[in-house]
């Protein structure tokens, strides 16, 4: 069921008994209003006659020890012109002495309906007969001393007839506000509820593909506030989703440039250990194939290390900084390329501005260690390479800087890509796979800082990793 007509049912449902109560409540107290105001006039008009009646008392001659045969027929006759007098259609009067009438012009029986016991004084009821409405009207008294009772008689019918109007108009009015709230309801709620429609389309849309798409619904109640998070949420799944094609993307590009780059290893491994299997060959023969295996096999290594790097850093890139002493970071460095740079007689120097680092020591121990491997690489025998640290403007600043043939300008902002060279026969020839600086940029991203490279062909590289100081953590 639509939102829309759930809400116009349960609204008319609200509105129905709620009118209806209100509307019983009116008739009700206005139909007791109404009887009570009949019974307070017949038992008033009943009163003004035993009060002219009660004259008598003052003005009769007739002595109190008289037969009381006369005493009764003074009462009868004094009543009976009074009766007369105020006879009409809808009113009639009735006088009972010892139980019995001694005038009635009524209909029915009021005595009967009616009956008065000593020491009531007043009593009224209304009765209902062949769809008449009687009110009978009854008081006791004294009239030279011999009590009796006085009726009277009237047809409310009147009275009923207005109580039976007000009812039909209070459910006229009961019609009228259900049909006009059936009708108005619908259209109100509709327009209530078009921001929602909206809302879904925009959504099925989104769920489409159209994720660039918002609902920008602006209105100050719930619904605009249910669209702006609606709208958040949007942009959040966006920018997921977007990430998420982002790192598919460039997952696929490692991918494919690692499944292109170790052709060239692989190659080299087949053929040569198709050369062993199949070729008859000197001993010299054997173990040059034997060496150019294992160089393919371990430039395989290095490639899938690389790669499994950039992964790491491309999914988690989780930063545990901590207090570094810089000596001890750089003298690791050195130590772990000295092998490499002793076979190209190139001198590792340090030289140390600031004592201790910020940030995550395998990561800047990986960093330096791209630098200077490549370094090592792009320089000429017998030349310096110099590893330094410092610090300036509330930044930190550790640098690689060599001799070598640098980059040219126009190549500086892609050397960073993954798998670009800047020479590629040399690159290959020394077994390099164009991923150490993707993955530095990487790390300098990964602790809020980035990569700066100044070079000149021919003259040599700077590169440098520039990222904030921030306090010192646990040792």
Same mark, same amino acid.
Request: proline content about 3%; charged content about 20%; some cysteine.
């Given at each position: 069921?639509?939102?829309?007509?759930?809400?116009?049912?349960?609204?008319?449902?609200?509105?129905?008994?709620?009118?209806?109560?209100?509307?019983?409540?009116?008739?009700?107290?206005?139909?007791?209003?109404?009887?009570?105001?009949?019974?307070?006039?017949?038992?008033?008009?009943?009163?003004?006659?035993?009060?002219?009646?009660?004259?008598?008392?003052?003005?009769?001659?007739?002595?109190?020890?008289?037969?009381?045969?006369?005493?009764?027929?003074?009462?009868?006759?004094?009543?009976?012109?009074?009766?007369?007098?105020?006879?009409?259609?809808?009113?009639?009067?009735?006088?009972?002495?010892?139980?019995?009438?001694?005038?009635?012009?009524?209909?029915?029986?009021?005595?009967?309906?009616?009956?008065?016991?000593?020491?009531?004084?007043?009593?009224?009821?209304?009765?209902?007969?062949?769809?008449?409405?009687?009110?009978?009207?009854?008081?006791?008294?004294?009239?030279?001393?011999?009590?009796?009772?006085?009726?009277?008689?009237?047809?409310?019918?009147?009275?009923?007839?207005?109580?039976?109007?007000?009812?039909?108009?209070?459910?006229?009015?009961?019609?009228?506000?259900?049909?006009?709230?059936?009708?108005?309801?619908?259209?109100?709620?509709?327009?209530?509820?078009?921001?929602?429609?909206?809302?879904?389309?925009?959504?099925?849309?989104?769920?489409?593909?159209?994720?660039?798409?918002?609902?920008?619904?602006?209105?100050?109640?719930?619904?605009?506030?249910?669209?702006?998070?609606?709208?958040?949420?949007?942009?959040?799944?966006?920018?997921?989703?977007?990430?998420?094609?982002?790192?598919?993307?460039?997952?696929?590009?490692?991918?494919?440039?690692?499944?292109?780059?170790?052709?060239?290893?692989?190659?080299?491994?087949?053929?040569?250990?198709?050369?062993?299997?199949?070729?008859?060959?000197?001993?010299?023969?054997?173990?040059?194939?034997?060496?150019?295996?294992?160089?393919?096999?371990?430039?395989?290594?290095?490639?899938?290390?690389?790669?499994?790097?950039?992964?790491?850093?491309?999914?988690?890139?989780?930063?545990?900084?901590?207090?570094?002493?810089?000596?001890?970071?750089?003298?690791?460095?050195?130590?772990?390329?000295?092998?490499?740079?002793?076979?190209?007689?190139?001198? /590792? @120097?340090?030289?140390?501005? $600031? *004592?201790?680092?910020? +940030?995550? %020591?395998?990561?800047?121990?990986? &960093?330096? #260690?791209?630098?200077?491997?490549?370094?090592?690489?792009?320089?000429?025998?017998?030349?310096?390479?110099?590893?330094?640290?410092?610090?300036?403007?509330? /930044? @930190?600043?550790?640098?690689? $800087? *060599?001799?070598?043939? +640098?980059? %040219?300008?126009?190549?500086?902002? &892609?050397? #960073?890509?993954?798998?670009?060279?800047?020479?590629?026969?040399?690159?290959?020839?020394?077994?390099?796979?164009?991923?150490?600086?993707?993955?530095?940029?990487?790390?300098?991203?990964?602790?809020?800082?980035?990569?700066?490279?100044?070079?000149?062909?021919?003259?040599?590289?700077?590169?440098?990793?520039?990222?904030?100081?921030?306090?010192?953590?646990?040792?």
């Amino acid at each position: 069921m639509k939102l829309w007509l759930k809400q116009t049912l349960i609204t008319l449902t609200v509105i129905l008994l709620s009118v209806s109560l209100c509307l019983y409540y009116f008739v009700a107290k206005e139909t007791d209003g109404l009887i009570q105001q009949a019974i307070r006039n017949g038992e008033r008009d009943t009163a003004v006659f035993c009060d002219h009646l009660s004259t008598l008392d003052r003005t009769s001659s007739t002595s109190y020890d008289a037969d009381g045969v006369a005493r009764q027929s003074l009462i009868q006759y004094t009543f009976s012109t009074y009766a007369h007098l105020l006879q009409s259609g809808d009113c009639s009067w009735s006088l009972v002495m010892d139980g019995r009438y001694f005038y009635n012009t009524a209909v029915h029986d009021p005595l009967n309906v009616l009956p008065m016991a000593e020491e009531i004084i007043t009593a009224s009821r209304i009765v209902e007969t062949g769809g008449t409405h009687l009110l009978i009207s009854a008081q006791n008294m004294t009239v030279l001393q011999t009590p009796v009772t006085v009726y009277r008689t009237a047809n409310i019918d009147e009275t009923y007839r207005h109580i039976d109007d007000l009812t039909r108009m209070a459910q006229l009015s009961l019609l009228g506000c259900l049909l006009l709230c059936g009708v108005l309801l619908p259209l109100i709620l509709r327009k209530t509820l078009k921001p929602l429609r909206k809302l879904t389309r925009v959504s099925e849309k989104i769920a489409g593909g159209d994720y660039g798409l918002r609902s920008q619904i602006q209105t100050g109640d719930e619904v605009g506030d249910l669209s702006r998070s609606f709208d958040h949420m949007a942009e959040t799944v966006e920018q997921k989703i977007s990430d998420l094609e982002e790192t598919a993307r460039r997952r696929e590009m490692l991918l494919g440039a690692l499944t292109h780059e170790m052709k060239t290893p692989m190659t080299a491994i087949i053929g040569f250990s198709g050369s062993l299997l199949s070729m008859p060959l000197t001993e010299e023969g054997r173990l040059e194939a034997a060496h150019e295996i294992n160089e393919a096999a371990k430039r395989t290594e290095r490639l899938s290390q690389k790669m499994m790097q950039l992964i790491s850093m491309q999914e988690n890139p989780v930063v545990l900084k901590k207090s570094i002493d810089t000596q001890e970071l750089l003298d690791k460095v050195c130590t772990a390329l000295t092998p490499a740079a002793k076979e190209k007689q190139i001198e /590792l @120097q340090t030289e140390l501005q $600031i *004592d201790s680092l910020t +940030g995550d %020591p395998d990561l800047l121990f990986s &960093l330096l #260690t791209n630098f200077t491997d490549n370094a090592i690489k792009a320089s000429p025998e017998n030349t310096v390479i110099c590893l330094t640290a410092d610090t300036s403007n509330g /930044l @930190q600043i550790v640098s690689v $800087i *060599d001799q070598g043939s +640098g980059i %040219p300008a126009d190549q500086i902002a &892609l050397v #960073t890509e993954p798998f670009y060279r800047v020479d590629k026969a040399r690159s290959r020839k020394l077994g390099g796979a164009g991923l150490g600086l993707s993955l530095c940029q990487m790390i300098a991203q990964a602790h809020g800082g980035r990569l700066e490279i100044q070079s000149e062909v021919e003259k040599g590289t700077m590169i440098s990793m520039i990222w904030p100081m921030e306090e010192k953590g646990n040792e």
